[in-house]
Nanobody, 124 residues
Framework: QVQLVESGGGSVQGGGSLRLSCVASGYTTNTYCMGWFRQAPGKEREGVVFSSSHGAAIYSDSVKGRFTVSQDNAKNTLTLLMNSLKPEDTAMYYC??????????????????WGQGTQVTVSS
């Protein structure tokens, strides 16, 4: 089992910044993938950014150029720096983990472990 704990959500005005962190613990592996997903009320969960322990990252078009992900393999920590936030970024943000990962999955179905979520609210 892998446990994920997210932190860093909150409320911010449009144009502001927030930093989310996700720490993985338990049965983690040296090769893994992690991702940030978000879900707004009444909408489906969508992938925001995905990264691997090899250093690769894939961003969704909606956040490309505004969000930056970084991964600390020694600490099993995934950090998401969100700049130029927009009201449409408002959602519950979830961290996800997949061990023994060599090709970064972008579907939520391919991540077996999930955090509890952290709320991000952006006002106009």
């Amino acid at each position: 089992q892998v446990q994920l704990v997210e932190s860093g959500g909150g409320s911010v005005q449009g144009g502001g910044s927030l930093r989310l962190s996700c720490v993985a613990s338990g049965y983690t592996t040296n090769t893994y993938c992690m991702g940030w997903f978000r879900q707004a009320p009444g909408k489906e969960r969508e992938g925001v950014v995905f990264s691997s322990s090899h250093g690769a990252a894939i961003y969704s078009d909606s956040v490309k150029g505004r969000f930056t992900v970084s991964q600390d393999n020694a600490k099993n920590t995934l950090t998401l720096l969100m700049n130029s936030l927009k009201p449409e970024d408002t959602a519950m943000y979830y961290c996800a983990y997949r061990g023994f990962c060599f090709t970064i999955p972008q579907s939520s179905n391919e991540y077996p472990y999930w955090g509890q979520g952290t709320q991000v609210t952006v006002s106009s």
